[in-house]
């Protein structure tokens, strides 16, 4: 039976989506259903001086409506209301008391018997507010901008380094506020038995870490409360904290003694995380030849009055080009809007644009290709850490990306390139993102027909994360794929972590390649027990579970099926589960890395700008699935192309709410704007990292994309345009 890790294997939940089978959030029904509806503030600071909810509660259906005043009790400290991964500060509390923290802030919750009688009722809420003056333009507030302590540590003498370079860049780059605007909506259905205990179908990325901030937000035991997410819509990161409507949810069915469901619309979405707006100053300086002598990155970022949520935008360069002079800083200015929240790539995706966007300017001062500055500033050692990489096959990401672009035939020059009316430009960019992971518990349930079940708390988010597990599990108890089946996404099922920072599928599939180690131990021992067993000698090494078979790896003669093995143990199932155990790599860089070569053309007349054509070439360790890994790096390549051309958050800072919260206004590529996208992986042997090789895939693919674009523009344009989108306004200015 050929392996299935590495091949193109369809996703195992795939019939289920496309027939409808698959249930989210939304979607889960029980008998006496109430149906909510949020209201949300109509200013960005301040408090509610009254609510008035008469007019709300005449309207027939309507059941209740809850306020900071007639909520059900509450935990009082910010301990409570702390998830596994908030950043430090004081968490959001819904629906606590009168403070209004941002603009779309949820301030009461109607309850119906249906959802268009909620909707229509919470039209109905009077509130007056006592006003004060807000602050959410960042620009505004830079001096009031805070140092935080950030990794990594200067080097060397940086500014004095850079003074003295004989060739000197320095430039402001700008990345708006981006919303993750995932096709389902946040959602969560409470159910509530005759015991009073509930289940919680939520929309999260993370159910453990929704039951535990859950329990303790509202003082209930373990046991009292499951959290289900079977199926996730896209999240991107916005799933990784519990959001406000399931705390709301909750809320409400402990208020009415009955199961619920609550979901944003489009707009509430936008009162959610986001991915921060920040301004990365780069300055690099070199030699006459392109090495580089200094390099200094400085960001300030937004976040809330009330948390501080930063992530590294600024180190990266250590890890992709040989510096000895280098200097980082990360300050954030606090705004009246709500938290941010990590969004794919958080951090790399801004501090990385910068960085590339800048090493291409350097290169036009030089008089050097972009990519040839690039490899003769090759890293081969992580600077910051003087540690050697797990592994780094970048310098032939550069060089296949650039055969299969056609790099070499590129003219250096700007607008020397033509399509018939149409300016044709190249770009290119690195792209870097930390091969991270977690520990994680898996369970394997075998029994005697040869079927396994799989079990992890994990999420799959749209990623692949059942079809990974199904492969992994079919390999390693050596059975066909559709033997295997995966349940996840279930507070109940062995433990894991949020799925996020790209750390899932090395994390999950090594829970499961030791569970079914464990598999493989018992069933060795019920196999010798069997009268003159042809594994009598035989050791734990010395095996394997191959066609449904414990077999000799020296002689495939000798074996014993693993239904005979249990028949004559007497056993009708083997359960085993166990964690992760990876072994410490603190002297050594672990990241994933690409090259991204991008063609646009662009209108000269109108500066209508299209991406026509993407080669993304990346080394990120063993690739499990081919065919979802490839998925994975288009659609990262697509946001790109939003990021660089069309993502932008707009605030009137007159009322500090947000202009453009729907799909008409809030533009991200469609069809037309996707052309031809390819996606190379590079073979990357890795050993080191852990026992299968793999890295992460979910960030690495979006990572550089959008400077690669932006890099582009210029070369086609002569036009540099720093922040993004790049839209035709800026071209035309």
Known sequence: MAPYIGTATSRVDGHAKVTGSAKYAGEFTAPG??????????????????????????????????????RPPMAGTDRAYMDDVAPGGSPFRPLYDDKIKFSGQPIALVMAEDWETAKFAASLVRVNYEEEAHVTDLFRELNEAKAIKTPPKPRGKADKALAAAAVRHEGEYFIPVEHHNPMELFASTVIQDADGKLTIYDKTQGVQNVQRYLCSVFRMKADELRVISPYVGGAFGSGLRPQYQVALAVLAARALQRSVRLVLTRQQMYTLGYRPGSIERVALGAKADGSLDAITHDAIAMTSQYEDFARNDTGWSGALYKCVNTRYSHKLTKLDVATPSDMRAPGAATGVYALECAMDELAVALKIDPLELRLRNYSDRQQDEDAPYTSKELRECYRQGAEAFGWAERNPEPRSMRDGSELVGWGMASGIWEALQMKTSARIVLTANGHAEVACATSDIGTGTYTIMA?????????????????????TLPASPVEGGSWMAASVSHAIKNAADAVRKELLGLAKRIPDSPLKVMRLDDVTLAGGKIVSKQDASRAVSIADAMRHGGVERIEQEKSTSFKTLASYACNAHSAIFAEVKVDEQLGVIRVT????????????????????????VVWGIGMALHEETLLDHHFGRIMNANFGEYHVPVNADVHDIEVIFVEEPDDII?????????????????????????HATGKRVRDLPITLDKLRR
């Open 33 to 70: 259903l109430a149906y909510g509806s949020v209201v949300t503030s109509t200013i960005a600071k301040g408090r509610i001086v009254s609510i008035d909810i008469s007019e709300a509660m005449s309207v027939a259906g309507v059941v209740a409506v809850l306020t900071h005043k007639n």
């Open 471 to 491: 492969q992994v599990a079919a390999d390693m108890l050596g059975l066909p794929i559709d033997n295997v089946s995966i349940k996840l996404g279930d507070s």
């Open 613 to 636: 054509r993407v080669v993304s070439a990346v080394a990120a360790g063993r690739i499990l699935n081919t065919k979802t890994a490839h998925n994975q790096i288009m659609g990262s």
């Open 690 to 714: 852990n026992p299968l090789g793999i890295k992460g895939l979910g960030e690495i693919g979006l990572v550089g994309v959008a400077a690669a674009i932006a890099n582009a523009v210029y």
